[in-house]
Protein backbone atom coordinates (compact mmCIF):
# COMPACT_ATOMS: atom_id res chain seq x y z
CA UNK A 1 0.00 0.00 0.00
CA UNK A 2 1.06 3.43 -0.88
CA UNK A 3 -0.37 5.88 1.32
CA UNK A 4 -3.45 3.42 2.20
CA UNK A 5 -3.66 3.31 -1.13
CA UNK A 6 -2.83 0.21 -4.06
CA UNK A 7 -0.05 1.03 -5.92
CA UNK A 8 -0.35 -2.09 -8.64
CA UNK A 9 -4.05 -2.09 -9.87
CA UNK A 10 -5.06 -1.26 -13.38
CA UNK A 11 -8.20 0.86 -14.90
CA UNK A 12 -10.61 -1.52 -16.71
CA UNK A 13 -13.64 1.01 -17.62
CA UNK A 14 -12.40 0.96 -21.01
CA UNK A 15 -12.65 -3.33 -21.26
CA UNK A 16 -15.62 -3.50 -18.88
CA UNK A 17 -17.36 -0.72 -21.55
CA UNK A 18 -16.35 -2.63 -24.79
CA UNK A 19 -17.39 -5.87 -23.23
CA UNK A 20 -20.78 -4.23 -22.18
CA UNK A 21 -21.21 -2.32 -25.39
CA UNK A 22 -20.94 -6.15 -27.24
CA UNK A 23 -23.70 -7.66 -24.68
CA UNK A 24 -25.45 -4.82 -25.28
CA UNK A 25 -25.82 -4.75 -29.44
CA UNK A 26 -26.20 -8.75 -29.60
CA UNK A 27 -29.21 -8.19 -27.22
CA UNK A 28 -30.21 -5.76 -28.59
CA UNK A 29 -30.35 -7.63 -31.78
CA UNK A 30 -31.67 -10.72 -30.00
CA UNK A 31 -34.73 -7.71 -28.53
CA UNK A 32 -35.33 -7.11 -32.56
CA UNK A 33 -35.64 -10.48 -33.40
CA UNK A 34 -38.59 -10.95 -31.15
CA UNK A 35 -40.16 -7.83 -31.22
CA UNK A 36 -43.76 -9.41 -31.74
CA UNK A 37 -43.12 -10.65 -28.10
CA UNK A 38 -42.51 -7.58 -26.51
CA UNK A 39 -44.83 -4.22 -26.19
CA UNK A 40 -43.70 -1.32 -27.65
CA UNK A 41 -42.95 0.52 -24.05
CA UNK A 42 -40.68 -1.80 -23.74
CA UNK A 43 -38.50 -1.49 -26.88
CA UNK A 44 -39.40 2.58 -26.28
CA UNK A 45 -37.75 2.12 -22.75
CA UNK A 46 -34.28 -0.49 -24.24
CA UNK A 47 -33.88 1.61 -27.13
CA UNK A 48 -33.97 5.04 -24.88
CA UNK A 49 -31.37 3.30 -22.17
CA UNK A 50 -29.26 1.53 -24.93
CA UNK A 51 -28.58 5.68 -26.61
CA UNK A 52 -27.93 7.06 -23.10
CA UNK A 53 -25.72 4.28 -22.13
CA UNK A 54 -23.47 3.91 -25.55
CA UNK A 55 -23.60 7.83 -26.09
CA UNK A 56 -22.20 8.74 -22.36
CA UNK A 57 -18.96 10.40 -22.05
CA UNK A 58 -18.57 9.32 -18.67
CA UNK A 59 -19.59 6.07 -17.81
CA UNK A 60 -19.41 3.03 -20.67
CA UNK A 61 -21.95 0.41 -20.64
CA UNK A 62 -20.99 -1.53 -17.20
CA UNK A 63 -23.12 -3.76 -15.87
CA UNK A 64 -25.23 -1.34 -13.96
CA UNK A 65 -26.08 0.21 -16.66
CA UNK A 66 -26.91 -3.06 -18.62
CA UNK A 67 -29.28 -3.89 -16.17
CA UNK A 68 -31.55 -0.26 -17.04
CA UNK A 69 -32.28 -1.85 -20.01
CA UNK A 70 -33.62 -4.87 -18.39
CA UNK A 71 -35.94 -6.03 -21.31
CA UNK A 72 -33.00 -6.53 -23.14
CA UNK A 73 -30.93 -8.42 -20.56
CA UNK A 74 -34.51 -10.36 -20.41
CA UNK A 75 -35.14 -11.14 -23.95
CA UNK A 76 -31.20 -12.92 -23.78
CA UNK A 77 -31.92 -14.62 -20.16
CA UNK A 78 -35.24 -16.05 -21.84
CA UNK A 79 -33.60 -17.59 -24.89
CA UNK A 80 -30.89 -19.45 -22.98
CA UNK A 81 -32.91 -22.34 -22.35
CA UNK A 82 -30.40 -24.91 -22.75
CA UNK A 83 -28.76 -26.20 -19.34
CA UNK A 84 -25.78 -26.42 -21.93
CA UNK A 85 -25.96 -22.35 -23.07
CA UNK A 86 -26.47 -21.51 -19.44
CA UNK A 87 -23.30 -23.40 -18.47
CA UNK A 88 -21.30 -21.41 -20.97
CA UNK A 89 -23.03 -18.41 -19.98
CA UNK A 90 -22.17 -18.90 -16.29
CA UNK A 91 -19.02 -20.13 -17.11
CA UNK A 92 -18.10 -16.72 -19.24
CA UNK A 93 -19.82 -14.34 -16.32
CA UNK A 94 -17.82 -16.24 -13.29
CA UNK A 95 -14.55 -16.34 -15.79
CA UNK A 96 -14.51 -12.32 -15.98
CA UNK A 97 -15.60 -11.96 -12.45
CA UNK A 98 -12.86 -13.54 -11.42
CA UNK A 99 -10.17 -12.06 -13.94
CA UNK A 100 -11.26 -8.48 -13.35
CA UNK A 101 -11.22 -8.27 -10.07
CA UNK A 102 -8.17 -9.57 -9.91
CA UNK A 103 -6.70 -7.20 -12.01
CA UNK A 104 -9.27 -4.35 -10.32
CA UNK A 105 -7.16 -5.18 -6.92
CA UNK A 106 -4.07 -7.06 -7.41
CA UNK A 107 -3.10 -5.76 -10.61
CA UNK A 108 -0.73 -7.68 -13.15
CA UNK A 109 2.82 -6.05 -11.62
CA UNK A 110 1.90 -7.77 -8.09
CA UNK A 111 2.60 -5.46 -4.87
CA UNK A 112 4.39 -2.49 -5.31
CA UNK A 113 7.90 -2.39 -4.68
CA UNK A 114 9.58 0.16 -2.13
Not at 47 to 74: G, H, W, Y
Request: aromatic residues 10%; proline residues 7%.
Amino acid sequence: LINGVHGASIDLNLIAGLLGTVFLLYCLLRLWRDRHLIGWPALAWTAFVAVLTLTSQETPPNARLLICAFPAVMIFAAKTRSQRSWNITMAITVTLLIVMSYLTYSGPGGPPRP
